[in-house]
């Protein structure tokens, strides 16, 4: 095996081996990436699956490896990392509160402030609806205005609400659709700047 795939990595060896050794076994191995070395030095990912070959009688004969070519999925899988990684970067730099919610306003992604005004870590919000990511004055201001982003209409408003501290805040917010009028609107992006001072 390690000849065929050229594998020299102990990690890939291990996982062909695991499988090779759960189908001998009868037991459903998941499928697993492979990162090779082609002859040229470039590099290719394959998601790889093992399946047992057996006699009419049960045996088991060999283990078949079946691979597929997803270095190109692998590529765009890493971009989109790094680019998420970058808007992190960019956005956590900002006072304002950012979020995108999908379609089902479900967060799909926070920024540090948002974080911080709900106190919560970014792993903990992310996947939680759009009430555990705001307070409930903040939702019950902003959904009614969330629903028509929903169908493409940009809103922009204030609210007005009460401090910790007894004094009236005012925040600006801006729920921008994720979608153009030719197409489905996948989610809504959500910035809310406290402009009190203002």
């Known amino acids: 095996i390690k000849a065929a795939l ?11 081996l695991l499988a090779v050794e759960s189908v001998q076994q009868d037991l459903l191995p998941p499928s697993f990436e492979l990162k090779l070395t082609r ?22 004969l060999a283990c078949a490896l079946a691979l597929t070519d997803i270095t190109e999925r692998a590529r765009q899988m890493g971009e989109l990392l790094d680019s998420t990684e970058r808007m992190r970067s960019i956005t956590d730099r900002t006072t304002a509160r950012q979020a995108y ?32 990511c705001f307070d409930s004055d903040e939702v019950r201001e902003m959904l009614p205005r969330v629903m028509p982003a929903l169908s493409g209409d940009k809103q922009t408003f204030l609210i007005e609400k009460q401090a910790q501290d007894g004094f009236t805040q005012y925040l600006e917010c801006r729920v921008l659709p994720d979608g153009g009028p030719e197409e489905a609107v996948r989610g809504v992006f959500i910035e809310i700047e406290d402009v009190t001072e203002r």
């Open 39 to 60: 002859v040229d030095g470039s590099h290719m990912a394959l998601l790889a699956g093992a399946s047992a070959v057996r006699s009419p009688a049960g045996e088991f």
């Open 101 to 132: 919610f999908d379609a089902d306003l479900t967060c799909r992604f926070v920024n540090r402030a948002l974080c911080a005004h709900v106190g919560a870590r970014r792993e903990i919000l992310l996947g939680r609806s759009f009430e555990d």
């Open 6 to 16: 050229g594998l020299d990595c102990p990690a890939m060896q291990d996982a062909v």
